[in-house]
């Protein structure tokens, strides 16, 4: 058996609560924790593997990183508020089944933006959104994607 390709894209997500953060994502999207480094100032950096495969990184925003960033950045801003959701991005997961997956998400009282479809794209999904906005999409491999399909 061919050893399965590693990942190249590693999505590293920001929480206002990344301890909230993580015990949600291991209860309701099946993720591991693999790695943990704690800050000592309540804030952490977490890897997490999901639920069949790959990596996620998730940290807060503490005080020294936003202090890091503003030597760095020359036009940061702090948000005035927090938009939700995120309109920024998407995170997709493969997942083996994701009706199954689905259906863990839905008995945990997720925000499910809508039930599991077939995509012309190849792929069977479904999105949600966390507890802090940050739009997730897990899908399972239907079929190789047509020409022209953009997938």
Same mark, same amino acid.
């Given at each position: 058996?061919?050893?399965?390709?590693?990942?190249?894209?590693?999505?590293?997500?920001?929480?206002?609560?990344?301890?909230?953060?993580?015990?949600?994502?291991?209860?309701?999207?099946?993720?591991?924790?693999?790695?943990?480094?704690?800050?000592?100032?309540?804030?952490?950096?977490?890897?997490?593997?999901?639920?069949?495969?790959?990596?996620?990184?998730?940290?807060?925003?503490?005080?020294?990183?936003?202090?890091?960033? !503003?030597?760095? &950045?020359?036009?940061?801003? /702090?948000?005035?508020?927090?938009?939700?959701?995120? #309109? =920024?991005? +998407?995170?997709?997961?493969?997942?083996?089944?994701?009706?199954?997956?689905?259906?863990?998400?839905?008995?945990?009282?997720?925000?499910?933006?809508?039930?599991?479809?077939?995509?012309?794209?190849?792929? !069977?999904?479904? &999105?949600?959104?966390?507890? /802090?906005?940050?739009?997730?999409?897990?899908?399972? #491999? =239907?079929? +190789?994607?047509?020409?022209?399909?953009?997938?």
């Amino acid at each position: 058996m061919a050893p399965r390709p590693r990942q190249k894209v590693v999505p590293h997500l920001g929480y206002e609560d990344p301890h909230a953060a993580l015990a949600w994502l291991c209860r309701v999207f099946a993720f591991t924790e693999v790695r943990r480094f704690n800050y000592g100032d309540g804030n952490l950096t977490a890897r997490l593997r999901g639920p069949d495969g790959g990596v996620v990184m998730i940290s807060g925003h503490g005080d020294d990183f936003k202090e890091w960033m !503003r030597e760095r &950045a020359p036009r940061f801003e /702090e948000p005035s508020g927090r938009s939700w959701p995120l #309109l =920024t991005h +998407a995170v997709t997961v493969i997942v083996d089944d994701v009706d199954a997956h689905f259906e863990r998400a839905v008995q945990q009282d997720a925000s499910v933006l809508g039930a599991p479809k077939d995509q012309p794209w190849g792929v !069977r999904s479904y &999105a949600v959104l966390d507890p /802090e906005g940050h739009q997730w999409e897990f899908a399972t #491999l =239907t079929r +190789a994607a047509p020409a022209g399909a953009g997938g």
